[in-house]
């Protein structure tokens, strides 16, 4: 008798079964062989997306010729720059046009040398091959767009009416054999004015004390009269103090909102002085050394330009008498300086500011506090005297700020970035 779970065969079933894994495995196998030709044939081959070593290198070459293309323009664009600088006699000439590159390759760009609004420069590395074209830009009607501050809030913005005007700015390197040009180009504008609503500034309540404190808004070297205080709150004055300026001395409970946290950010990253501290007091510091006025009322001149940062991480930072310097004083917390105390420029202070002690203090400049300011509240002189040039300088030596960036694969002279329709507010 037979076994009956003894077979000498495979029912159909079974046999279907097993050439389908069968099949699973030659394709499985199949797949592999393809996948290393293929990654091979990759290697080799430019066309299939992997390009070979020498391709990657020409290409690196060609970005770095194109960037050094975006740099040269940039480094002429600032003011006080050596060497050939850009002439933008009219920056809001919308057919201004300037050129960086051979002769030849400029009037391919549409360079023409009888043409009042072009101007060409040669190349500062002759041993790169681009040319550079930079432009006005500007908005869909035909106006030449600014980056400047033109709601007094303290952070710059796109405009037509406030700053300084935007460059586009494009690059191109050329490599060899016909390879295809490298194209950059980025929206540049030289970085934007401080815009001081007072000699002094503040959020908070403001108090001005003492027959010796001396706060004039009035334009020591300039043309650009402002009210001696201005603040968001109300101002208080005890002992005849001298306060002047135009439109009024004093302006209290103004809608006008500074985001001075904003500024300290933009300079400390600047800053060639840096403290990180906690309810520091410290000795007297020398930051440069003003050029003192004929008399503590009379303005005075500056000597070095640097930028000091204080971190006081969430406290303050008192100076004590003697302390000195020239440029923008940045203070991320409360400042309080106490006894003599001089500075040309500007400072802004996150938190409230207090000046007292014996000893004058000069500021020639202008003050802005986030917070409250007191002013004279012991024996000793407080001038602040508004001085539109000792604003300005801290801002016009900075190179050009980047404002946007791409990669071109057109002929269009301008781009995306040549024309602009809306308003943009630079990010907090």
């Not at 290697?43 to 992997?50: A, C, F, Y």
């Not at 002094?200 to 300039?222: M, P």
């Not at 007297?284 to 000091?308: E, K, Y």
Request: proline fraction near 5%; glycine fraction near 12%.
């Amino acid at each position: 008798m037979k076994n009956p779970y003894k077979r000498s065969g495979f029912t159909p079933i079974e046999m279907l079964a097993a050439l389908f894994v069968l099949s699973l495995v030659l394709l499985g196998f199949g797949s592999m062989v393809c996948s290393v030709v293929h990654s091979t044939a990759r290697s080799k081959d430019p066309s299939l997306g992997m390009r070979f070593a020498p391709g990657k290198k020409g290409e690196k070459n060609l970005y770095r010729a194109a960037e050094a293309g975006l740099l040269d323009a940039r480094s002429r664009l600032q003011a006080g720059a050596s060497g050939l600088s850009i002439h933008d006699p009219d920056p809001s000439n919308p057919n201004w046009t300037a050129f960086i590159g051979t002769e030849a390759q400029t009037i391919e760009k549409g360079y023409q040398s009888h043409n009042r609004n072009h101007y060409r420069y040669d190349r500062r590395d002759s041993a790169l091959d681009y040319v550079v074209t930079i432009r006005h830009k500007v908005d869909g009607s035909g106006k030449v767009l600014k980056w400047g501050d033109s709601d007094k809030d303290g952070r710059p913005e796109e405009n037509t009416a406030e700053g300084e005007g935007i460059y586009v700015i494009t690059s191109e390197a050329y490599g060899e054999n016909g390879a295809t040009p490298q194209r950059l180009q980025i929206e540049a504008a030289l970085a934007p004015r401080i815009n001081a609503l007072a000699a002094l500034y503040a959020k908070r309540e403001t108090s001005i004390q003492g027959a010796s404190t001396f706060v004039q808004g009035f334009d020591r070297c300039g043309n650009l009269p402002l009210p001696g205080v201005l603040s968001m709150e109300g101002v208080r004055l005890n002992g005849n103090p001298s306060v002047g300026g135009f439109p009024s001395a004093i302006v209290e409970y103004s809608p006008s909102n500074i985001d001075v946290q904003y500024l300290v950010n933009r300079f400390k990253k600047r800053a060639n002085f840096q403290y990180n501290v906690n309810s520091a007091t410290l000795p007297s510091r020398d930051w440069g050394v003003p050029a003192a006025g004929r008399t503590q009322h009379d303005p005075s001149d500056r000597t070095f330009r640097n930028i000091v940062y204080f971190n006081t991480n969430g406290t303050y930072v008192r100076l004590c008498a003697g302390s000195r310097g020239c440029g923008v004083l940045a203070v991320e917390g409360d400042f309080l300086v106490h006894g003599g105390f001089q500075w040309y420029g500007i400072i802004l202070v996150t938190g409230s500011i207090t000046f007292t002690g014996g000893g004058d203090k000069n500021v020639t400049g202008a003050v802005m506090a986030g917070g409250m300011a007191s002013l004279g509240l012991v024996e000793g002189g407080v001038n602040i005297l508004f001085c539109s040039r000792a604003v300005h300088d801290q801002t016009n030596h900075l190179p050009p700020v980047s404002l946007g960036r791409r990669e071109v694969f057109s002929e269009s002279p301008e781009g995306d970035l040549g024309r602009s329709g809306g308003v943009k507010k630079e990010k907090k």
